[in-house]
């Protein structure tokens, strides 16, 4: 029943940033995010979802091929937001961002549009 919001997505240049932002403002456990290991996964196009990036309860990260060393995934100190900082981004980037914990035990949001584009 916890349902997750992402925000900060929107249009950017290649080469452009943007950082992520993923909450539970609803949960009777504000500090879900914290509590289990948590993901970003985007969908772009005519695809399924994919995981992009994950950060686990002692906070090691992991990431997709395609977003290494552009990417960074984490959580403020109170663990009650979670972030991607997104630089250098490329056209291939452009989908729809969504945050979840790693086994998917919250409700899908909307997610945030991420469009990259001159």
């Known amino acids: 029943q916890v349902q997750l919001v992402e925000s900060g997505g929107g249009l950017v240049q290649p080469g452009g940033s943007l950082r992520l932002s993923c909450a539970a403002p609803?949960?009777?456990?504000?500090?879900?995010?914290?509590?289990?290991?948590m993901a970003w996964y985007r969908q772009g196009p005519g695809k399924e979802r994919e995981l992009v990036a994950s950060i686990g309860i002692r906070g090691v990260t992991n990431y997709a091929d395609f977003v290494k060393g552009r990417f960074t995934i984490s959580k403020d100190n109170n663990r009650k937001t979670m972030y991607l900082q997104m630089n250098s981004l490329e056209p291939e980037d452009t989908a729809v961002y969504y945050c979840?914990?790693?086994?998917?035990?919250?409700?899908w949001g909307q997610g945030t549009q991420v469009t990259v584009s001159s």
């Open positions: 979840n914990s790693l086994r998917n035990s919250g409700n």
């Open positions: 609803r949960a009777i456990l504000s500090t879900f995010i914290g509590l289990f290991p």
